[in-house]
């Protein structure tokens, strides 16, 4: 029946739609990595509200993800507009003799709803493990955190077709020990390592093709309901010329973009797909 499933947008988010079925809001979200000072940040915003009439759009979700240093001054400009903060990654312990890292307390004290998390930067350039992204999924889910888990492969794993097993296994070890009542909240980004910041972008049906292996994964493991309410994003070069034809595919349901959500005009137009 998954193939049957419709992404269907919502007028107000999270209801059922109108034949009593499950629905999928879309979630278009910012991560804009290591780019931004709090004076960038909140001059891009402020170009961004603008542009949407000062609120968020009532039929899909908008979140920015800006660097830790910008997040209390992200919160003060999106506090009551409707578009959601959240950050890049955390560190899984309450709290600790950890340099350089943040808890997931400190996230929810700046009111973060969502956190990126194994994010292929993260675990190709920190070398980031799928046990301590596990340890984070479950930190963000104890502290009321959405967790973003990012999976995806790099060019050769697809290129030697290997790039459902490795999604496959990013999900099984990212998700070891979360309940079917905790997947229901979860947002999957699939973001194939070679589509980021190269302008090379997944094709629409390679796209859809993974994110359903994605659905069918999760309906296997966590039952048809709860694969039908998880929020799949693609993330890999998303573009104002491209994210119409991404969105219209049925199970993608969101976009993770990095580049292109750096300025306000064609983070807009992403936010404004058709
Ligand atoms: O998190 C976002 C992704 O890594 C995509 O980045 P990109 O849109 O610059 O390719």
């Not at 992204?133 to 889910?141: D, E, T």
């Not at 909240?185 to 049906?205: D, H, M, N, Q, S």
């Not at 799949?232 to 998303?238: L, T």
């Amino acid at each position: 029946m998954l193939s049957a499933v419709k992404k269907r947008t919502a007028q107000l988010l999270d209801q059922p739609d109108e034949e009593g079925g499950l629905m999928r809001t879309p979630l278009i979200a910012a991560n804009w990595k290591m780019h931004k000072t709090v004076p960038e940040a909140v001059a891009m915003l402020r170009d961004l509200l603008d542009r949407l009439g000062g609120q968020a759009p009532t039929d899909r979700r908008v979140l920015i993800c800006p660097p830790f240093t910008a997040l209390s001054a992200v919160r003060d400009v999106l506090d009551g507009t409707g578009i959601f903060w959240g950050a890049q990654n955390m560190h899984p312990a309450e709290e600790g003799a950890f340099t350089g890292e943040i808890s997931a307390r400190m996230l929810t004290d700046l009111g973060c709803s969502y956190v990126i998390i194994g994010h292929s930067e993260r675990r190709h350039i920190f070398g980031e493990s799928d046990a301590f992204i596990n340890q984070k999924v479950h930190a963000a889910f104890a502290h009321g955190l959405t967790p973003i888990l990012a999976v995806g492969e790099k060019i050769e794993q697809r290129r030697a077709g290997e790039h459902e097993a490795v999604v496959e296994a990013q999900l099984a070890q990212g998700l070891e020990g979360v309940s079917a009542e905790q997947a229901r909240t979860l947002v999957i980004a699939y973001e194939p390592v070679w589509a980021i910041g190269t302008g090379e972008t997944a094709t629409p049906e390679d796209a859809q093709a993974m994110h359903a292996f994605i659905r069918g994964w999760l309906a296997a493991r966590f039952g048809d309901d709860v694969a039908q309410q998880v929020i799949i994003q693609y993330g890999g070069s998303v573009k104002p010329n491209n994210v119409d034809a991404l969105m219209a595919q049925p199970d993608i349901d969101g976009a993770l973009v990095g580049g292109a959500s750096l300025h306000a005009e064609s983070f807009a137009r992403i936010i404004q797909f058709q």
